[in-house]
T-cell receptor, first 112, second 112 residues
Framework: NAGVTQTPKFRVLKTGQSMTLLCAQD?????MYWYRQDPGMGLRLIHY???????AKGEVPDGYNVSRLKKQNFLLGLESAAPSQTSVYFC???????????FGPGTRLTVL | LAKTTQPISMDSYEGQEVNITCSHN???????ITWYQQFPSQGPRFIIQ???TKVTNEVASLFIPADRKSSTLSLPRVSLSDTAVYYC?????????????FGQGTELSVKP
């Protein structure tokens, strides 16, 4: 099993550009999460999903949109990137509830 | 929501036992305590979870006193590879993930 994978690993955007980050899991997990991590800070939850077709806002949802059209995939979109969105983005999944989450390797995004 | 407080950093030497204490004074009756480990440039990894008393697995032990207002993660005989950031989280009962807060964690540095 590959576990949780994230695409791409690195990306540089210019202010105003859009992009989509892809998270895929092969563990048949119901729950999926998107976090961002900034230097000196812990992880902050952006959006999460409790099942296919569902999404919910986390602590810092502004400027991001998500979709969970398939159970195994959770997409994070930035419609108009801003320098404040420069961060490392982590995706995670869990079978049921947030107690034991499996994290992906992260995507390092820089917005110029 | 039960906020957690843990030391920002700790130093140790190889072979020593390391105890990282987390305070969560406002923990609710049915909340769980969960610990994650994060190595540099990687996503967090679930270590251990408990509700009360003591839990042990192949990686660590978790001690929770009767009042549950704190918990201690114990790493036996640490090695250089245990150098990482350790996060203490309180998981509210029934939470789907929207109330998880990782905080800054404790940066453990193990020296030879």
């Amino acid at each position: 099993n590959a576990g949780v994978t994230q695409t791409p690993k690195f990306r540089v955007l210019k202010t105003g550009q859009s992009m989509t980050l892809l998270c895929a899991q092969d563990m048949n997990h119901e729950y999926m999460y998107w976090y961002r991590q900034d230097p000196g800070m812990g992880l902050r939850l952006i959006h999460y999903s409790v099942g296919e077709g569902t999404t919910a806002k986390g602590e810092v949802p502004d400027g991001y949109n998500v979709s969970r059209l398939k159970k195994q995939n959770f997409l994070l979109g930035l419609e108009s990137a801003a320098p404040s969105q420069t961060s490392v983005y982590f995706c995670a999944s869990s079978y049921f509830g947030p107690n034991e989450q499996f994290f992906g390797p992260g995507t390092r995004l820089t917005v110029l | 929501l039960a906020k957690t407080t843990q030391p920002i950093s700790m130093d140790s030497y190889e072979g020593q036992e390391v105890n990282i204490t987390c305070s969560h004074n406002n923990i609710a009756t049915n909340d769980y305590i969960t610990w994650y480990q994060q190595f540099p440039s990687q996503g967090p990894r679930f270590i251990i979870q408990g509700y009360k008393t003591k839990v042990t697995n192949e990686v660590a032990s978790l001690f929770i006193p009767a009042d549950r207002k704190s918990s201690t993660l114990s790493l036996p005989r640490v090695s250089l590879s245990d150098t990482a950031v350790y996060y203490c989280l309180v998981v509210p009962e029934g939470d789907q993930g929207g109330k998880l807060f990782f905080g800054q964690g404790t940066e453990l540095s193990v020296k030879p």
